[in-house]
């Protein structure tokens, strides 16, 4: 159908991928969604198969266009030792907004996709409720607890069940490229600088707190060299009440 094939072009145009434009085209089309080698083979046929400079470019800056067009998600694991006297797995799960920076972590006994799916629910509330940022998409590696980006079952996994529900897209990092979600990499660096490295916490309720308090720190006191300096409270216009 031509309508079909003009909507998988400019889809393309803007930097979408063939899995992204199939995602973005399934709640409209239905049925006539055409297939990811559908897509393929359209792409082809106008010889953009490949990504461009300019096709690039354009994804690039339309990422940075506004809150709440990307978020990035990750987990992270903690050392055994962050509690004292227990040995312990724990982990963090953190949802970062591309365009300010604004970060919500949660901690965790697990990255089962179902626990994986609840803490992600809660950040994108919280970032929803504190900071009014709603987001249109989520980039995430392709670990298993977020889902299998060539699943033909998505609505079986409880973290991609979820993106849906809410109407976000599912991005995925290349394969063996975690620097494609360098945002949510470098916020868990300045985390084990800032406040993880070398520290124990006497119980997860006190790592809690601490995590609490430095989210709010991070979010509204601490300059960030990745937005000119600024604090990532300061992106949002108008600040929310």
Known sequence: MPFIEQKVIELREKGNN????????????GKHTPSYSGVYNILKRHKINRLTPKIKKNHQKIIKERMGQLG???????????????????YLVC?????????????VPDITSLTVMFASLKCLNILSSHYEIKFEEILSDNGAEFGIKTSKVKHQHPFERMLMELG?????????????????????????????????????????EELLQY????NHERPHQGIDGKKPIEMINPLPK
């Open 18 to 29: 063939r899995y992204e434009i199939v995602s973005i085209l399934n709640p409209k089309l």
């Open 72 to 90: 990035h998600i990750d987990c992270h694991y903690l050392s055994k030792s962050i509690i004292r006297g227990e040995n312990k797995k724990l």
């Open 215 to 218: 989210l709010y720190y991070y």
């Open 168 to 208: 976000i897209i599912h991005r995925y990092t290349r394969p063996y490229r975690p620097q494609t979600n360098g945002k949510v990499e470098r916020f868990w660096r300045t985390l084990e600088e800032d406040l993880l490295r070398d520290t124990d916490f006497d119980s997860q309720e006190e790592l809690k």
């Open 95 to 107: 949802v970062i907004d591309d365009y300010s920076r604004i970060a919500w972590a949660e901690l």
